[in-house]
């Protein structure tokens, strides 16, 4: 699990938002590098956000490594807005990562950094209860309230 490493734990959670109609994507999301090329910044989520995008076109691969990728489509209005790493090579693997496979392209969505249970505080992934099995992102939606704009 993601939120079980050390150096994830201080990482802000965030609300990731469809750019082009404004359709929330996922509630967990966390601000990341690419892993070939740490100069692409992106956003991504332990959970599939199956209720909100869906696959489009079939898998492939980059030059710069050789994980098994499928773009992934907002629902609500069909625009592009990030992928998954349906099977990751075994340089990724093994580097430093956040164990999340679904990543967001950051010129695709827009985020809110979400505020803890108190409403003071940025809510940080270590705070984050573990996820069972059976969980997914429908129950953690958090309210306007919670989320303020990141800079």
């Given amino acids: 699990m993601s939120t079980s490493n050390a150096s994830f734990k201080n990482k802000c959670v965030a609300q990731v938002n469809c750019i082009f109609c404004e359709n929330l994507l996922c509630t967990r999301g966390m601000k990341a590098v690419l892993l070939a090329d740490t100069e692409v910044e992106l956003f991504s989520t332990d959970i599939p956000p199956n209720r909100t995008v869906d696959f489009v076109a079939s898998c492939y691969s980059t030059d ?37 496979f679904w990543m967001f392209n950051s010129d695709a969505v827009s985020t809110l950094n979400r505020l803890d249970a108190t409403g003071l505080n940025l809510l940080l992934w270590g705070d984050l209860p573990e996820l069972e099995d059976s969980e997914n992102e429908e129950s953690e939606s958090p309210s306007e309230e919670e989320c303020i704009r990141l800079l």
């Fill in 64 to 100: 710069s490594c050789k994980c098994k990728l499928r773009d992934i489509a907002c629902l609500k209005c069909g625009n592009v807005v990030g992928y998954h790493v349906v099977a990751p090579c075994k340089p990724c693997l093994l580097s430093c990562n956040n164990g999340h």
